[in-house]
């Protein structure tokens, strides 16, 4: 098979349909994601052997029985996190790298952490192939956060929790948002949005989701 190019206009074309039929088309109105969903090329952060498949409406696997989420689920939760420009954000759980590529369009600064070093290192080299310079990949225990750069504007994790972390309610800025699937079960979650005020935190259900379970100290052991 042919091996396309990142500016293929095949590619591009499908992604344009992506974000109209998928995104816009259901509650993404937020322009920002729109926008990133638009410019990053999902075909890259996907296995060889699955990019005819980048743009379709679900999750695709992408080794050590991990997943890139849907589409769908990467811009809802961008868009939950409401960023602004000057923010700095950390997520939990890189993967691909593809929600930190679409997070760093959107942000001043990305610091992702994967527990997998295979999968950590992939991202950091798609990430390089993608042109995208401001995320930097930590290999480690994310349900622990990353306390050398905090506090954060907006804490992102992609993986399925008992409870949000203690270190990561520390982490957060005043101000700052945060989001996560939480559940009791490995495999169901409802995705929970966290608030800090000067005041305290304020929790807020989303929507049920079903993400891969996040495995460490602060998450379902290991
Ligand atoms: N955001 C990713 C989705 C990855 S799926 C993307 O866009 O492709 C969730 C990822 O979380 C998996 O790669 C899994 O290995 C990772 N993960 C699970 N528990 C973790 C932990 N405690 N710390 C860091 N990464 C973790």
Not at 4 to 28: G, K, N
Not at 78 to 87: F, I, R, T
Not at 117 to 134: D, K, V, W, Y
Not at 161 to 172: A, N, V
Request: aromatic share 4%; no cysteine.
């Amino acid at each position: 098979m042919r091996t396309p190019r990142r500016d293929d206009p095949d590619y591009q074309a499908a992604r344009q349909r992506m974000v109209e039929h998928q995104l816009a088309a259901r509650d993404i109105t937020d322009q920002r994601v729109l926008a990133a969903m638009a410019a990053v090329p999902r075909e890259l952060f996907v296995p060889d052997s699955l990019r005819h498949q980048a743009y379709t409406d679900g999750p695709l696997p992408i080794g050590e029985g991990q997943t890139i989420s849907q589409p769908y689920i990467v811009a809802f939760m961008a868009q939950a996190l409401d960023l602004a420009p000057q923010d700095r954000v950390l997520e939990v759980g890189t993967g691909s790298g593809y929600g930190a590529a679409v997070l760093a369009l959107m942000a001043a600064e990305v610091i992702t952490i994967e527990r997998h070093r295979t999968l950590a290192e992939r991202a950091r080299a798609t990430l390089r192939e993608a042109g995208i310079e401001n995320v930097t990949v930590i290999t480690g225990d994310g349900s622990r956060g990353y306390s050398e750069k905090a506090p954060y504007d907006g804490i992102i994790v992609t993986a399925g929790g008992p409870r949000i972390p203690d270190s990561l309610r520390k982490q957060l800025a005043s101000g700052g948002r945060l989001v996560m699937p939480v559940g009791s079960s490995r495999t169901l979650q409802t995705l929970v949005r966290l608030r800090r005020t000067e005041s305290g935190f304020q929790e807020e259900p989303l929507v049920a989701v079903r993400f891969v379970p996040l495995v460490g100290k602060e998450g379902w052991g290991d």
